[in-house]
């Protein structure tokens, strides 16, 4: 019995793109949930007693998505030197 090393060739290959598409993809996932988390805590901390609660669902989300938005625009996901 040899104990050669298997043929690189026959091994599948990792498609380094698609990890990074799958990553970038999960990030923003993360993303627009902490984007709803802090919109919800600001949310919480404003009087809105007498709002109806259909305007204060809708401002959540606008608030949420703006935040998001602006992340993206401000390219937030590049900080830590890795993705652009």
């Not at 050669?4 to 091994?11: A, F, I, S, T």
């Not at 998505?65 to 900080?79: G, M, P, T, V």
């Amino acid at each position: 019995m040899s104990f050669e090393l298997p043929n690189k060739e026959l091994q599948p290959q990792k498609d380094m793109r698609k990890v990074a598409d799958y990553n970038m993809e999960r990030r923003l996932e993360i993303l627009r949930g902490q984007c709803l988390n802090i919109s919800s805590t600001l949310m919480a901390s404003l009087n809105l007693e007498n709002k109806p609660i259909e305007n204060v669902i809708k401002d959540l989300f606008n608030l949420a998505q703006k935040l998001f938005d602006e992340a993206i625009e401000r390219e937030y996901l590049s900080y830590n030197g890795k993705e652009k």
